[in-house]
């Protein structure tokens, strides 16, 4: 098939992936040989519009995994702010050294009834943004190689295809109920009402956590009132150069050292043509 244009449309508070999702498609765009466009839809602002694709296009779509399905605050923009029209695409996620469960399964039906024709999906390992234990540095730079090999793999898949591709066949089912969050002692932990706390002797009031804030949930007069939903994305705990974020949920600070003592071991990073 004939593609004209490589698109990468990713929602990514903490950066990982963006990282992988620009990967893969500036590399499957340069054995295309065709140019290359992003498109962040990590703040608010950038999904108050459809984006429309086309036949010619391939679009690369990452999401991070949460509770291992796709963030269920993204999931319904996801399935009405992206028009595929017949364009192709590669569905990724990433996820912090759990599992990404159903995640990728959701997002490749997603695109799916969006208008797109999946051809490849993957899996990569991003660090969690919960902590720094798990996965520390992810993606790294082998990752990244690995990405770029599935890109390039992609991309051959498409260039050699007849016709319109079979949907990519992905392990996870769809409609699974998201993984349930558990302490240290075994026990569900409830952390959904948990906001970021402010330490006053850092903030200086830059703001910084405002504008970075997927869901535009912190007051732009005071950064320490958060009246807006909060997913624990960690955005601004992680962008504030101050330091000036944290939490201090007993909820979730459980559930933290329960991934901390469990999820240590290196996972890998799988994809699938």
């Not at 990967?23 to 295309?32: D, K, S």
């Not at 390992?125 to 990405?147: I, K």
């Not at 699974?176 to 330490?199: E, V």
Request: net charge neutral.
């Amino acid at each position: 098939m004939e593609i004209q244009k490589v698109w990468a449309v990713y929602w990514s508070p903490t950066g990982g992936c963006r990282r992988v999702t620009e990967t893969v498609a500036e590399a499957a765009a340069a054995r295309l040989g065709v140019p290359w466009e992003c498109v962040d839809i990590t703040l608010p602002q950038a999904r108050e519009r459809v984006y429309l694709f086309a036949e010619t296009d391939l679009v690369v779509v990452g999401t991070p995994t949460y509770a291992g399905k796709v963030p269920n605050k993204l999931l319904p923009w996801l399935q009405s702010g992206l028009r595929g029209n017949g364009a192709l695409a590669v569905a990724v996620v990433v996820f912090g050294n759990r599992s990404y469960d159903n995640s990728l399964a959701e997002l490749c039906a997603t695109l799916e009834g969006d208008g797109f024709h999946t051809a490849a999906a993957g899996a990569f390992v991003a660090q969690h943004a919960f902590t720094d234990e798990l996965a520390y540095g992810r993606p790294g730079w082998s990752d990244l190689f690995e990405a770029k090999s599935f890109a390039a793999q992609a991309a051959d898949k498409v260039r050699r295809a007849s016709g319109v591709p079979e949907p990519v066949r992905v392990p996870g089912d769809p409609a699974a109920p998201y993984y349930l969050p558990k302490g240290t002692d075994g026990q569900p932990a409830k952390f959904l009402k948990a906001k970021p706390k402010t330490k006053a002797s850092r903030c200086n009031g830059c703001g910084a956590c405002v504008r970075m804030c997927p869901m535009g949930a912190i007051d732009p007069q005071d950064p320490s009132n958060v009246p807006g939903t909060c997913i624990k994305c960690q955005a601004c705990v992680r962008k504030c150069t101050k330091q000036a974020k944290y939490f201090d949920d007993e909820a979730f600070l459980s559930h933290v050292a329960m991934l901390e003592a469990h999820f240590k071991d290196p996972k890998e990073n799988e994809t699938f043509l």
